[in-house]
């Protein structure tokens, strides 16, 4: 079955510190990938996205993400986090089956510390 | 702007009871979603639709239905709801294929208890 990793489930940082947090899709033909944040009490918001062209994509707030195919992965990463980018993380792959639904990873809470 | 309005914010009804949820998006989307959000879980996906009187059974579908009369409106359905359906439930709206990119706009969620 399709599936999406996220192995980090809850991270804790201080500001300033970077941030890199993993995503591993499991198939291996051609996939969308979508970075979306939920901040307490909002809804989901895209962070960025990925269609094809350039494997590193830069999304809003700093955030960028880069696809490596050999690896199945999609990592998110900033080099300096903020006390506002406190939230929960999904990691979201459309497989080109057809379906155009989203499979999401179970999610990474990050706890920023001032 | 894209806007994926819910009817509820939170919700809270009995075991048994028929629970409707209701989804309207206003940037005219072929495509619309219906997911819950546990924690741990992430997001799964309950059923969706690409066009009006169209449905399909996403990973989760069991417990749970779906109308779509109009291109606007999809309706989530509890036809008797049951303690393990207390979520969060998301909706969310794209653009049909081939037409703009497959990013998928959310609404506010409704947060539905049932005791």
């Known amino acids: 079955a399709q599936s999406v990793s996220q192995h980090n489930h809850h991270v804790i940082l201080s500001e300033a510190a970077s941030l890199e947090l993993g995503c591993n899709y499991s198939y291996g033909g051609t996939v969308n990938l979508f970075w979306y944040v939920q901040y307490p009490g909002q809804h989901l918001q895209l962070l960025l996205k990925y269609f094809s062209g350039d494997p590193l994509v830069k999304g809003i707030k700093g955030f960028e993400a880069e696809f490596i195919k050999s690896k199945f992965s999609f990592n998110l990463r900033k080099p300096s986090v903020q006390w506002s980018d406190t939230a929960e993380y999904f990691c979201a792959v459309i497989y080109n089956t057809g379906r155009r639904a989203l499979t999401f990873g179970s999610g990474t809470r990050l706890q920023v510390q001032p | 702007d894209v806007k994926v309005t819910q009817s509820s914010r939170y919700l809270v009804k009995r075991t048994g009871e028929k629970v409707f949820l209701e989804c309207v998006q206003d940037m005219d989307h072929e495509n619309m979603f219906w997911y819950r959000q546990d924690p741990g879980l992430g997001l799964r996906l309950i059923y969706f639709?690409?066009?009006?009187?169209m449905k399909e059974k996403g990973d989760i579908p069991e417990g749970y239905s779906v109308s779509r009369e109009k291109k606007e409106r999809f309706s989530l359905i509890l036809e008797s709801a049951s303690t393990n359906q207390t979520s969060m439930y998301l909706c969310a709206s794209s653009w049909g294929g081939g037409k703009g990119s497959n990013e998928q706009f959310f609404g506010p969620g409704t947060r539905l208890t049932v005791l």
């Open positions: 639709s690409y066009d009006v009187k």
